[in-house]
């Protein structure tokens, strides 16, 4: 398992579905929300979403094949981590109901932080998506097109640390990332 796609994990000429914006195979193994998904155990994967654009930057590729992906493209990884919960399991991003405990109060803190992760994890997949959203509503070329080769979409915007910094504090609602981070940090 690697942490993030490779290229030789990309390169099954996977392509972005302009209506859903997700990452399609086209009826292979990588679907769309347009498509038919297949039951979990048709596959040989250890979670069946699979890969998709990132979910701070819509640039680069993140997911995978295993439930222990990250849901960001490697630059906002290097960016956020530490920062924010991004992991595609709770526990990887060290957040868990407290098994064996009989304290009812940690119980009920654990199920709230679990809550407040999930909560947290539809916003950041929301705000992916409308990134992905502005970037091919400004493109012209692709106003009437089904499909656009990932391979294309990464040509016309291509994972950039600039991009991801600017798009991460649109999330956060911030004007500087470095002092949001350095105040966090203290």
């Known amino acids: 398992m690697t942490m993030f796609p490779t290229s030789r994990e990309l390169s099954s000429g996977l392509s972005i579905c302009a209506r859903c914006l997700e990452l399609t195979s086209h009826g292979d193994l990588q679907r769309c929300a347009c498509e038919p998904k297949r039951a979990h155990r048709e596959t040989k994967w250890d979670c069946p979403s699979g890969y998709h654009l990132c979910w701070i930057c819509a640039r680069g590729v993140a997911g995978g094949l295993s439930k222990y992906s990250w849901e960001v493209c490697q630059n906002c990884h290097n960016l956020m981590k530490g920062f924010l919960p991004y992991g595609r399991h709770s526990f990887m991003n060290l957040i868990f109901l407290p098994f064996g405990s009989t ?14 992760f999930n909560s947290f994890w539809e916003s950041l997949y929301n705000w992916g ?34 991009k991801s910094i600017t798009t991460t504090e649109g999330f956060l609602g911030v004007k500087s990332l470095a002092k949001w981070k350095e105040e966090r940090q203290s």
């Open 129 to 162: 998506h409308l990134q992905a959203h502005l970037l091919l509503s400004g493109i012209k070329r692709w106003e009437h097109v089904s499909h656009i080769s990932l391979r294309d979409w990464e040509k016309q915007f291509p994972p950039d640390m600039t």
């Open 103 to 116: 304290d009812q109060k940690i119980i009920e803190e654990g199920i709230q932080e679990l809550l407040n």
